[in-house]
């Protein structure tokens, strides 16, 4: 089993800054790619960035210049810098990591947490 945890969420004015951390742990073999999501109310999940195991990044254009994620492989842990934040980037954001459990023979798996809540006041 294998449980991806996020934290760092919060209120927060228009232009300020957050930083999100999400914490693969469990009977864990190999983390593939680690995944940012979020979902506004009323809007369908929307991928924000990711980063491979090699540490190459993608991010939506929304969030380009002011986003950054980031990931320490030897904590099984990603991270999104979240800066100039704006009322839009409002969401519920979702950890998302493709990941290879011990004991599999072939094939990788999706994960998601539960989610953390990013409130940005104008």
């Known amino acids: 089993q294998v449980q991806l945890v996020e934290s760092g969420g919060g209120l927060v004015q228009a232009g300020g800054s957050l930083r999100l951390s999400c914490l693969a742990s469990?009977?864990?073999?190999?983390?593939?790619?680690m995944s940012w999501y979020r979902q506004a109310p009323g809007k369908q999940r929307e991928l924000v960035a990711t980063i491979t195991s090699g540490g190459s990044t993608n991010y939506a254009e929304s969030v380009k210049g002011r986003f950054a994620i980031s990931r320490d492989n030897a904590k099984n842990t990603a991270y999104l810098q979240m800066n100039s934040l704006k009322p839009e980037d409002t969401a519920v954001y979702f950890c998302?990591?493709?990941?290879?459990?011990?004991?599999?023979?072939?094939?990788?798996?999706?994960?998601w947490g539960q989610g953390t809540q990013v409130t940005v006041s104008s």
């Open positions: 998302n990591a493709v990941v290879t459990p011990y004991g599999t023979v072939v094939g990788q798996y999706n994960y």
């Open positions: 469990g009977r864990i073999l190999r983390i593939n790619d």
